[in-house]
């Protein structure tokens, strides 16, 4: 007879895994709607919000069930503990898929100058980011998690030259102000929800591994990483207290 406990467990997974293809599904819509000018599919992103709103709540209820009755240790634990922070990232990258059909609305149309940016090449990473961080999280796979976070700067670099590409069109016609600082907030948007799909693969990393990498990702998975920041720490530590 299967335990209480994995019944809630395997719940947990079931609801999670429906928030992911939620998400996932809102950021593509989100990007589509920029691409092909559709702005009958960013209101429906908009209205679908509420749906992913309503996931994060159950979600979160579950969790506090869990640990309510009963008492997870080991890799149940960090599962547990892990899909409180997935499901925060989550929700947030619906907010995100939001909050770029909003700025699509304003922009009305796809401007012309959006090919002299790097729109498009963050668009297709951020949406395999997202999507190898689900597929992380399903497959237990530590190695795919590694290969989100790795990703991460490529998004933060391509960010900042959007950032000055923008200024300059702004810069080459007043008429271009509006759609550009639009822009410059979507760029934005899209760096955003690679930064929750790394939080999302360090999680997986966490689950699978049994190895916290928030801040130091280095360490595990680049070896670049020196334990003298650590001894560093320390000495100032000590240092304070004498």
Do not use: W
Request: charged share 35%; with cysteine; net charge negative.
């Amino acid at each position: 007879m299967e335990r209480q406990f994995d019944i809630q467990v395997d719940k947990l997974k079931k609801k999670i895994l429906k928030m992911c293809s939620l998400v996932d599904e809102q950021v593509e819509f989100a990007i589509k709607a920029v691409d092909n000018n559709d702005a009958e599919l960013a209101r429906l992103v908009i209205d679908r919000d509420v749906k992913v709103d309503k996931y994060d709540i159950k979600i979160e209820k579950i969790c506090q069930k869990i640990f309510a009755l009963n008492q997870p240790v080991a890799m149940d634990l960090r599962l547990i503990m892990s899909a409180i922070t997935i499901n925060t990232n989550l929700e947030r990258i619906g907010d995100i898929a939001v909050n770029i059909a909003e700025n699509f609305l304003i922009l009305k149309s796809k401007p012309d100058f959006i090919s002299r940016t790097k729109y498009l090449e963050m668009a297709k990473i951020v949406k395999d980011m997202i999507r190898n961080a689900i597929d992380s999280f399903i497959q237990n796979d530590a190695k795919l998690a590694q290969k989100v976070i790795q990703t991460d700067p490529i998004i933060d670099s391509y960010n900042v030259e959007n950032h000055q590409i923008l200024i300059n069109i702004m810069k080459e016609d007043a008429k271009n102000i509006e759609q550009a600082v639009a822009l410059i907030v979507i760029s934005r948007q899209l760096e955003r929800l690679g930064d929750h799909a790394t939080n999302i693969a360090e999680d997986v990393f966490f689950i699978v591994e049994a190895q916290m990498i928030k801040h130091k990702y280095e360490k595990y998975i680049l070896d670049d990483y020196s334990d003298d920041e650590d001894d560093d720490d320390e000495k100032i530590t000590t240092k304070s207290q004498q």
